[in-house]
């Protein structure tokens, strides 16, 4: 079953269910996935989960910025959202293995100080894509090097 299938499927059961808070966030995820249908780059396992990665990303932007307003009502609605569509994305690395990771990058690109940070980077975010959130990446890297 692929995605699209799989989120038609969760939808008619939130349809059912009354759920109106998963079924936004469903009809956000299949959203994208016509768009990308419809995109030069196709509809593939790994174009999805960057739409699904941009649109989490814009979800927690979102709610800071109703934080900082105070308006919870509407933070807490893009928090759920966010959560929602985490939930189709693999599993996100922890800290602890992205800095083991990164320590083998490092070593492999042969790193010396902060001044290599671009090449660490730009090997950390092939190497890294999709399984951790590049802000956390890069600061661990400039941990790491400083």
């Given at each position: 079953?692929?995605?699209?299938?799989?989120?038609?499927?969760?939808?008619?059961?939130?349809?059912?269910?009354?759920?109106?808070?998963k079924l936004e966030a469903l009809r956000g995820i299949k959203?994208?996935?016509?768009?990308?249908?419809?995109?030069?780059?196709?509809?593939?396992?790994?174009?999805?989960?960057?739409?699904?990665?941009?649109?989490?990303?814009?979800?927690?932007?979102?709610?800071?910025?109703?934080?900082?307003?105070?308006?919870?009502?509407?933070?807490?609605?893009?928090?759920?959202?966010?959560?929602?569509?985490?939930?189709?994305?693999?599993?996100?690395?922890?800290?602890?293995?992205?800095?083991?990771?990164?320590?083998?990058?490092?070593?492999?690109?042969?790193?010396?100080?902060?001044?290599d940070m671009g090449k660490v980077m730009g090997a950390a975010?092939?190497?890294?894509?999709?399984?951790?959130?590049?802000?956390?990446?890069?600061?661990?890297?400039?941990?790491?090097?400083?």
């Amino acid at each position: 079953m692929n995605i699209e299938e799989k989120i038609n499927g969760e939808i008619k059961t939130a349809m059912l269910a009354k759920d109106a808070k998963k079924l936004e966030a469903l009809r956000g995820i299949k959203s994208v996935i016509l768009l990308l249908k419809t995109s030069p780059e196709g509809l593939t396992d790994d174009s999805v989960n960057k739409a699904l990665q941009k649109e989490v990303k814009k979800r927690k932007e979102s709610a800071e910025i109703y934080k900082s307003q105070n308006r919870p009502d509407l933070e807490e609605v893009e928090l759920s959202q966010a959560a929602i569509i985490e939930e189709y994305l693999p599993k996100q690395m922890s800290e602890e293995e992205v800095k083991a990771e990164l320590v083998k990058i490092i070593a492999s690109v042969g790193a010396t100080g902060p001044g290599d940070m671009g090449k660490v980077m730009g090997a950390a975010s092939k190497t890294l894509a999709g399984k951790a959130d590049n802000k956390m990446v890069s600061v661990l890297v400039k941990q790491l090097l400083g």
